[in-house]
Structures are given as C-alpha cells and as structure tokens.
C-alpha cells in the first residue's frame, strides 16, 4: 500500500490480482524493517501502571521466533509453500492483530 501510494483495498485487489497471474509474494526489506522496528517496540519497557507494559508477552516472542525462522527462507519458496496455512503471511498476520 505504502510502496505504490494506494489505498488499502486497491493494495488488496493488486495482491489477489498478483495471485491470480501466478507471481510470487516476496518480503520485501521494508516489512523486514517493518518486523524489527515492532520486535525493538516491543522489548522496551514502559513504566505506566502497574502489570502493564512489562515488554513482550510469550504469545509475541513465540510468533517473533517463529517468524525469524520462516522470513529468512520465504522468498525462495515454491508458491504453494508461501500460500499455506503455516507461511510467514499467517504468522505476521497474527502479529500484527496483537500488537495493535
């Protein structure tokens, strides 16, 4: 969206569309980027109540390990790999939801 200065809906539509013709789904360096600035977020700690904003839950720091793992090799996968279930897409997904 950011990239091509699109709404989020014609971002959406260009992904299905990229799809449909048969490209890939690449990471690119900004999600990367992306992906670390919310990991040094999330690892500093913030004095405001207490019980609050004692740094990352294990819920975020499993997803962080987990995606350290699948970012590094994603763009070499084959097409159906990057599209299942278990494909860093779901993951950063989920990341993004609990991090909001």
Aim: charged share 35%; glycine share 6%.
């Amino acid at each position: 969206m950011e990239r091509y200065g699109i709404t989020i809906h014609h971002a959406a539509a260009m992904t299905i569309a990229r799809r449909a013709i048969g490209f890939k789904e690449r990471i690119t360096k900004e999600l990367k980027q992306k992906i670390q600035a919310i990991k040094e977020k999330s690892n500093q700690k913030v004095d405001t109540l207490p019980g609050e904003g004692k740094g990352m839950t294990r819920k975020v720091k499993r997803l962080f390990k987990r995606l350290d793992e699948k970012v590094s090799v994603h763009n070499g996968l084959d097409r159906y790999k990057q599209e299942s279930f278990y494909s860093a897409w779901h993951d950063l997904k989920r990341l993004a939801l609990s991090s909001r």
